[in-house]
Nanobody
């Protein structure tokens, strides 16, 4: 059984920054492709960024502003979010890609 625990959400003004963290239990973290999703009010959940052993991918709307990274020694994946916009508001979830393992979500609110 794998558990994912997110932290780092909050309220920030437009143009500000936040860093989300997601820590996983389990012994083979380094082999997982990890992903961050978000769900805005009234919208479907969307994939924001993912990181495999050697590659990162981003949705176009966050390219140049968000950075996904991982620390395998800490079983943790991060999402550094800069130049935040009100449209980045939503609940952010981490996931082990292609599995049913999701975190509980952390709220990010960007005020204008």
């Amino acid at each position: 059984q794998v558990q994912l625990v997110e932290s780092g959400g909050g309220l920030v003004q437009a143009g500000g920054s936040l860093r989300l963290s997601c820590t996983a239990s389990g012994r083979v973290f380094s082999a997982y492709t990890m992903a961050w999703y978000r769900q805005a009010p009234g919208k479907q959940r969307e994939l924001v960024a993912s990181i495999s052993v050697s590659n990162t991918n981003y949705v176009d709307s966050v390219k140049g502003r968000f950075t996904i990274s991982r620390d395998n020694a800490k079983n943790t994946v991060y999402l550094q979010m800069n130049s935040l916009k009100p449209e980045d508001t939503g609940v952010y979830y981490c996931r082990i890609l292609w599995t049913d393992y999701w975190g509980q979500g952390t709220q990010v609110t960007v005020s204008s």
